[in-house]
Structure formats: C-alpha cells, structure tokens
C-alpha cells in the first residue's frame, strides 16, 4: 500500500531532481491508497512551500486532478478545505487552486455529501479561494445534501470580520440571502442564523441585501423569535437588544407566533429585562391575548422577598401598560402570591394598579391568610404588609372557609404588632 513512497518522500523533501529520477524508472503519480490518497492529495496538505512545487511536478507528469479519494474529495475539495489552516509560510491556496483548475480540475465536483469544493472554501472564509472558484464557473447556489449552499457555510462559521467578507463576495456573484435548509432547525434562513447568534454585523449585511426579517423555520419561529430565545438569558444585554432593535427596525413581526403560539413578546418577557420588554411594547406588542403573567417565571416575580430590581420593573411596566392587576394563577391572584412572599414594593404597585384588597384564594381565604400564614418572616415583616392591606381598606373581619379570622390568626401566632394593628383598624373582638 505504499508504493508511491519513494516519490512523496522525494517530493516532501523538497528533492524535484531525486522525483525526476524516481518517474524516469516507473515511479507511478496516482497510485493510490487503501484510502484513495494519491500523491496529490498528500501534497496538498504539506506546508505552503514544499506543496506547490510538489504539485507542479505531479501534474506537469500526468496525476489524475480530478482523483477522488473514499470520500469523494479532489484535490480542489482539499485546497479549498486546508488553506485556511495553512500553519507554514505564506497562504499559497489561491495559488493551488488556479494550478489545478489550469490542469482540468472540476470546478464544482462534488463530494459524497455533495459538497463542491466553493461549500468548502466557504466554510473555512477563505476569501481568495472562494473568489478564484468563483471566477472559474463555480455555482454560487449549489446545494448538498443537507441542502445548503455556500452561502449557508459562510453564516454557520465563527470569524464573524472573515464571515461578512465572504458573504459579500458570494452576494455579489449570486448568492440567495433568503434560501433555507436544514440546520440546527429544518427551513432556517441565514438571517435565522445570524439572530440565532446574535451577530448584528452579519444581520445588519443580511437585512441590507434583502433578507426577509419575517421568514419562519418550521417552528413558525421568525429570526425576532431567534434573537429572544431563552438560551440566550445570561448574553450581554446590550447585544441581545441591539439585535431585537435591529430586526423590530426592519419590520419584524412583533406578535409573530410559532408552532407553540409564542410570541416575541412571550421570550421577552420570560428574561425579565426592562429595556426588552419595553421596546417590544413601544413596537405595538399583544401581551392581553395569551395572559403575560403566564409567560413569566412568576417564582422569580413573587416566591422570594429577595426579588431582583429587574423584577419589579417589568411589573411595573406591564401594569403602565395596562396588564390586569387581578388574574389568577392556579386560583391565587398576584396580589395573594406578593402577599405571601412579603414583597412589600410588589403589594403596593399591585394595589396602586387597582388589585382587589379583599378578594379571596381557592380556600376562602383572603391577603391576610397569607401574609399571617408565613412564619419565615418576623412580626415586624407581617406588620408592614398588614398595615399596607388595612390602609388601602382590607377587610379584617373577614375571614377564610374555616371563619378564622385575621385576628384569630394573629393571636394563634402571637404577632403582637399584627394584632394591635387590626385592632386599631375595627377588628372585632367577639
């Protein structure tokens, strides 16, 4: 299986006279391997300044350039594959690929997952490579078999500067912006991907050249639905609304749903973000339609006295904007869930917002059962929500299922202030 070994290792020797002599006595140029590797392939892959001469002499004695190995790969898929990585002296590809494509290479051979050597190229951002292909007659919009064209190699790559340079070159030879195919989503469309990673750069190009801010994958997600998924909580703020600002300026759809009747506004919602919301709200954004209180971590929201300031804004932001104060939640309104949580900020902008200070729970029971229930928190804490309750007109005698009232629970607890604090406020005694 290593017939060709004298020659290559003349060749990598950089000894072309030894070669010369070699061929003179029936060295053979296109062996081949167990794996299909001719001596081409394996120049290919050496350093830049040992490849091209090693090439040179190869086809100049009648190597086959359009060898395919076990996978289906030319030496053109290899150049286009490698020159990115080149880890010696001077990038040469462009050099390599315009020899091989001089001696007969095919410029769009496909590979066995019907990949042309410009998908490669593309993939890597080898610039110079993809543009002598591109020069030679490769298709800008061949597909493989996942049905991708180059373009969609460039937007699924990671150098975000290279990424922009070779999506220009393949636009302005072609290129479809709004072709989709089958990604980490099936149907997703460059500006998918672009959102997806929230690279305003490569959406700013997408969008400019004609990208649909509108078009769904087969979630029925748009590219905004992108831009707010879930995953990207914990992302830079600034970059995650840059791209959400970005798509809602070029039209995006702000109360798209997906398969799962999501809106952009239901994941905006889920991050607790302020800013977020609050643009999505300026854009004209539905939050009646699926009940917002539903969409958001309501634990986050009114399970923990220590909420985060975040919290309390987009609260805050909803009621402003008309959100209803007195929903319920698995039979529990907000004001019952704030109560119980002793969120002495959340009670109030509840009550400001028109929250029912009497209505009661699934058991009867009505603000005070559950402020008075919580023994995590002291007397003085209790306090604070009570007097809140009392002043904006809570009934105290009123009592749950079990006519228990206020009062009874005050004193069963032995919460001193609590009680005195009914008392003052006409809680009766028998």
Known sequence: GHHDYPL?????????RVAELLFQH??????????????????????????????????????????????????????AKLTFSRHC????????????????????????????????????????VARVLLDNGADVNAVNDRGQHPFH?????????ARVDVARLLVER????????????????????????????????????????????????????????????HIQPKDRFGAAQ???????????????QETPFDLASFSLKPKLVRILLDRGAD????????????????????????????VQLLLDRGADANIRIG?????????????????????????NVDARDNWGGTQFRRVLRNKDYNDEDNSSIAQVLTERGADVNKGGKLYETPLHQASRLVLLEVAWLLLEHGADLK
């Open 8 to 16: 290559v290792a003349a060749l990598y020797g950089g000894h072309i």
């Open 26 to 79: 029936g060295a053979n140029v296109d062996p081949g391997t167990t794996k299909g590797r001719t001596p081409l392939h394996r120049a290919i892959e050496w350093p830049n300044n040992l490849a091209i001469g090693a090439v040179q002499f190869l086809l100049k004695h009648g190597a086959n350039v359009n060898f395919r190995n076990v996978h289906g790969v030319t030496p053109l898929h290899l150049v």
């Open 89 to 128: 002296g001077e990038d040469n590809g462009a050099d390599l690929a315009q020899l091989l494509l001089r001696h007969g290479a095919e410029v769009n051979s496909r590979d066995r997952f019907d990949s042309t050597p410009l998908h490669d190229a593309s993939h890597v951002l080898d610039l110079e």
């Open 153 to 161: 190699q460039v937007v699924e790559s990671y150098s975000s500067k």
């Open 174 to 233: 072609g290129a479809d912006v709004n072709a989709p195919y089958n990604g980490y989503l099936d149907n997703v469309t460059p500006l998918h991907v672009a959102s997806y990673h929230l690279d305003l750069e490569l959406m700013r190009f997408l969008l400019y050249h004609g990208a649909n801010v509108n078009a769904k994958n087969n979630q029925s997600q748009t590219p905004l639905h992108e831009v707010l998924l879930p995953k990207h909580i």
């Open 246 to 260: 970005l798509s809602l300026e070029r039209g995006a759809d702000v109360n798209a749903r997906d398969k799962y």
């Open 287 to 314: 939050f009646h339609a699926m009940g917002v209180w539903e969409r958001i971590p309501i634990g986050r929201l009114f399970e923990s006295k220590d909420y985060h300031q975040d919290c309390f804004d987009v």
């Open 331 to 355: 039979g529990d309104t907000l004001l019952h869930m704030a109560s119980r949580s002793m969120n002495l900020k959340l009670v109030q902008v509840l009550l400001d917002h028109g929250a």
